[in-house]
């Protein structure tokens, strides 16, 4: 059976109610793994890194099967930001090269680039109406020790800065004190771009399985045998890509290597023309600010304003009604003429982190067969997908086409083990005192 490091609420219906993103468009329905099954490969997570995997391995002609615990759209891949931007990592630049050098620096920056331009190609090539919008992203500065920052940036990169005073006849009036336009990235409707990732797997050859939970990964004579409730599935290779929704015994050595933390998100009523004159905040633009604690948001093309930051550090009826409740303060701190504006829906999900502070994407040592994806900080449309591509060529033993660095390569150990949640109250502590 799965053994998760939060309550069971945290993963059951509460944080979930209320989504926005299933009002978008109807889930898809597929069947449930009721047999026993061999195929090439086995994935056990239907989110971006599992059906990226699937659609590239299938495209690839081999068998594919894809487990998915819950319906189609239901972890974190069914309710993020919609954010497709550079990121994946929250470890710096200059930390990055100091502790990998420069080199394995710049290909993993690389790597960050080509996630967003392979979900550009993915959408474009699989004709996916995801609502996209949004010219890059735009960090807002949200104090002028910030704002300074943000100028010296610009100065060094040739990236377009606006100050403070002209924040307004740019469409980015709130509290703050400046911004930088990174012109890498766009937004979308999560839920379409996966149903139609979903789509194109299924198309290639893929086969995908709702309510068909993984509770047993064994290898037994070089093969990986998934028991799930109605089903067993065999494969020469095996592919974790639960992210934050992962089991510390599936298989035994993910156990203590990722950290899941909760994000919550609101979107309001659709806000008027003449509402977004009064705030000043007129853009498509997707952004976030400079808080380590950060807040991400957009303005959407029917005009909802979509708003999030990252959730509580416990999981209960009552923690989940309080971090909403704390969000709309945010929320009306930063947009003080939007107070009026009603919250139509709020929810909450899981994103993933590493001890070392980068994705792991790779081969798992030590076992053969053994692949994973995982450990997106937030940032898992583009570095999913991205992760999908890169597991569907190093499952075929081929190097990747795509620029593959060795800092993805390593996924250490948290302490504390099944603890480790422990750690996280004094480093939110901090981090709210840095901001």
């Given at each position: 059976?799965m053994?998760?490091i939060?309550?069971?609420?945290?993963?059951?219906?509460?944080?979930?109610?209320?989504?926005?993103?299933?009002?978008?468009?109807?889930?898809?329905?597929?069947?449930?793994?009721?047999?026993?099954?061999?195929v090439?490969?086995?994935?056990?997570?239907?989110?971006?890194?599992?059906l990226?995997?699937?659609?590239h391995?299938?495209?690839a002609?081999l068998?594919?099967?894809?487990?998915?615990?819950?319906?189609?759209?239901?972890?974190?891949?069914?309710r993020?930001?919609g954010?497709?931007?550079?990121?994946g990592?929250?470890?710096?630049?200059?930390?990055?090269?100091?502790?990998?050098g420069?080199?394995?620096?710049?290909?993993?920056?690389?790597?960050?680039?080509?996630?967003?331009h392979?979900v550009?190609?993915?959408?474009?090539?699989?004709?996916?109406?995801?609502?996209?919008?949004?010219?890059?992203?735009?960090v807002m500065?949200?104090?002028?020790?910030?704002?300074?920052?943000?100028?010296?940036?610009?100065?060094?990169?040739?990236?377009?800065f606006?100050?403070?005073?002209?924040?307004v006849?740019?469409?980015?009036?709130?509290?703050?004190?400046?911004?930088?336009t990174?012109?890498?990235g766009?937004?979308?409707?999560?839920?379409?771009?996966?149903f139609?990732?979903?789509?194109a797997?299924?198309?290639?050859?893929?086969?995908?399985?709702?309510n068909?939970?993984?509770?047993?990964?064994?290898n037994?004579?070089?093969?990986?045998?998934?028991s799930?409730?109605k089903?067993?599935?065999?494969a020469?290779?095996?592919?974790?890509?639960?992210?934050?929704?992962?089991?510390?015994?599936l298989?035994?050595?993910?156990?203590?290597?990722?950290?899941?933390?909760?994000?919550?998100?609101?979107?309001?009523r659709?806000?008027?023309p003449?509402?977004?004159?009064?705030?000043?905040?007129?853009t498509?633009?997707?952004?976030?600010d400079?808080?380590?604690m950060?807040?991400?948001?957009?303005?959407?093309?029917?005009?909802?304003?979509?708003f999030?930051?990252?959730?509580?550090?416990?999981?209960?009826?009552?923690s989940?009604?309080?971090?909403?409740a704390l969000?709309?303060?945010?929320?009306?701190q930063?947009?003080?003429?939007?107070?009026?504006?009603?919250?139509?829906?709020?929810?909450?999900?899981?994103?993933?982190?590493?001890?070392?502070?980068?994705?792991f994407?790779?081969?798992?040592?030590e076992h053969?067969?053994?692949?994973a994806?995982?450990c997106?900080?937030?940032?898992?449309?583009a570095?999913?997908?991205?992760?999908?591509a890169?597991?569907?060529?190093?499952?075929?033993?081929?190097a990747?086409?795509?620029?593959y660095?060795?800092?993805?390569?390593?996924?250490p150990?948290?302490?504390?083990?099944?603890a480790?949640?422990?750690?996280?109250p004094?480093?939110?502590?901090?981090l709210?005192?840095?901001?």
């Open positions: 059976m053994r998760r939060f309550p069971d609420y945290a993963y059951g219906l509460g944080p979930r109610s209320n989504c926005w993103w299933d009002e978008t468009c109807p889930a898809p329905s597929w069947p449930r793994l009721e047999d026993t099954r061999q090439d490969v086995a994935i056990v997570g239907g989110g971006f890194t599992g990226s995997t699937a659609l391995l299938a495209e002609g068998e594919v099967a894809v487990l998915e615990a819950e319906t189609p759209g239901w972890g974190a891949s069914g993020n930001g954010f497709c931007c550079l990121g990592a929250k470890l710096g630049s200059h930390a990055m090269a100091r502790l990998h420069e080199r394995e620096t710049q290909v993993y920056q690389a790597g960050e680039e080509s996630a967003v392979l550009e190609h993915l959408i474009a090539r699989h004709d996916i109406n995801a609502d996209t919008h949004s010219q890059g992203e735009t500065a949200h104090r002028p020790k910030t704002r300074d920052a943000l100028m010296k940036e610009a100065h060094a990169s040739g990236a377009e606006i100050d403070g005073p002209d924040l006849k740019n469409g980015l009036g709130g509290e703050f004190h400046g911004a930088l990174t012109p890498t766009f937004a979308l409707n999560p839920r379409k771009y996966l139609g990732l979903a789509r797997a299924q198309s290639a050859g893929a086969e995908l399985y709702q068909s939970a993984a509770f047993d990964v064994q037994n004579s070089g093969l990986w045998h998934i799930s409730p089903g067993r599935l065999s020469s290779r095996l592919v974790i890509a639960t992210n934050g929704y992962s089991s510390e015994n298989p035994d050595w993910l156990g203590g290597r990722y950290m899941p933390a909760q994000s919550t998100v609101m979107v309001t659709p806000i008027t003449e509402e977004q004159a009064v705030q000043g905040w007129t498509a633009q997707m952004a976030y400079t808080r380590h950060l807040h991400y948001f957009r303005l959407m093309p029917d005009g909802r304003f979509l999030g930051m990252r959730g509580g550090l416990t999981s209960s009826p009552r989940e009604a309080k971090i909403r969000l709309r303060r945010h929320f009306e930063l947009f003080p003429a939007w107070r009026q504006v009603e919250t139509t829906h709020s929810w909450s999900g899981m994103v993933c982190l590493s001890r070392n502070l980068v994705p994407v790779g081969a798992v040592p053969p067969g053994l692949f994806g995982l997106y900080h937030g940032n898992g449309v570095m999913g997908s991205y992760a999908g890169l597991l569907g060529d190093l499952v075929q033993g081929k990747p086409t795509l620029p660095s060795k800092i993805m390569q390593r996924l150990k948290f302490p504390l083990g099944r480790r949640r422990a750690l996280m004094p480093a939110y502590a901090a709210g005192l840095l901001d």
